[in-house]
């Protein structure tokens, strides 16, 4: 037994580090492409430059675009690629269901209203962009989720209820908010926004939310066997000595985090949380130890290179990316259903 856990955590390890490789190498790859021919090589020199390690060769204005555009745009890609994957994993361990993703709790759809209120009717008279003002419908969404969730008994189908509730309520305050208060131009932009774009990347998000994921990363690998053990249902796990109540509040309060900022720097990405956490669990199996670093790598190689198809497809013109990534993974979500159909 011991000789198959040390071998498993070999294999993992080797996963996690292949996977850590090709994302250095992706990303070295997709800040290269663009209007603007930049090579491999250079780009590494503007960031060893940057660094203070070497000296850079190339123009201000490439070495600006390798720095200030393109490299915060794919590191935050990564980062939002591997958070949205680990909340998936979480979410569908917690709540017992394949199709769980990120956005169960209506987190995403808080953030549209948020959003939308700073952009469209002004609120916060300037003093809260657009990601501030998603953060906070993203937090207040969930706020609304838990106190319906816990008033109605905090059980798993009380959460997801509670979440739908949610989701349709904010949904019907954007369009709202959008009908009846947008202009042309402003409504162009926000739903733009709401698709999904990184866009406007910024090494601020890019500081912010790596710290998130990390903290909240940390926080789920900590509960990685209890995971394990909501596999066999709540009631079984309290048997095996779990606190179901308070696992089920500090996780989903964790994931929740990390998708409200996840969120309101990158818009509503959609099934990168529903689907890599299938494709993960197929390489290194339900253990959540072994699952979540994985998916995490996975799920940051992925958006990296989703991201740049999406500004590189029809250029000039750039494509929202939750648009792309739905493209992609309503396919890969009718092959979740028939897997779980022949399960069941």
Do not use: K
């Not at 949205?84 to 987190?107: E, K, S, T, W, Y």
Request: charged share 10%; with cysteine; net charge positive.
């Amino acid at each position: 037994m011991i000789g198959q856990r040390s071998e498993s955590g070999r294999a993992v390890g080797t996963y996690c580090l292949a996977g850590v490789g090709i994302l250095a190498v992706s990303i070295s790859v997709v800040v290269a492409i663009g209007p603007a021919r930049v090579g491999v090589t250079d780009a590494w020199s503007v960031v060893l430059s940057r660094l203070g390690l070497a000296e850079v060769e190339l123009s201000p204005l490439r070495a600006g675009i390798v720095w200030d555009l393109r490299l915060p745009r794919a590191l935050l890609a990564a980062i939002c690629g591997a958070g949205l994957a680990v909340c998936g994993a979480v979410m569908q361990a917690l709540l017992r269901n394949p199709l769980a993703d990120p956005f169960v709790l209506g987190v995403s759809s808080g953030a549209s209203t948020g959003a939308v209120a700073v952009v469209v009717l002004g609120v916060g008279g300037g003093a809260l962009s657009i990601s501030s003002g998603a953060f906070v419908g993203a937090v207040v969404s969930f706020a609304l989720v838990l106190l319906l969730s816990q008033t109605l008994g905090g059980t798993t189908e009380r959460v997801v209820l509670s979440g739908v509730a949610a989701m349709q309520l904010f949904s019907s305050l954007t369009s709202f908010i959008v009908l009846t208060s947008g202009d042309a131009e402003t409504t162009r932009g926000v739903l733009f926004w709401l698709l999904g774009s990184l866009s406007s990347a910024a090494w601020s998000e890019v500081a912010l939310c790596a710290l998130v994921l990390a903290g909240v990363l940390a926080v789920c690998l900590g509960y990685a066997r209890t995971l394990d053990a909501f596999a066999f249902g709540a009631e079984a796990a309290a048997t095996l000595g779990v606190a179901v109540a308070r696992t089920r509040v500090v996780l989903l309060c964790a994931t929740a985090l990390l998708t409200a900022a996840l969120v309101s720097a990158a818009g509503a990405i959609g099934f990168v949380g529903l689907v890599l956490p299938h494709a993960a669990r197929a390489l290194v199996g339900a253990n959540h130890g072994r699952l979540l670093p994985v998916t995490a790598v996975v799920g940051a190689v992925f958006l990296v290179w989703i991201d740049t198809l999406a500004r590189t497809v029809l250029e000039p013109q750039e494509v929202p990316v939750g648009v792309v990534t739905s493209l992609i993974g309503v396919p890969a979500f009718v092959v979740v259903l028939y897997r779980t159909r022949r399960a069941t």
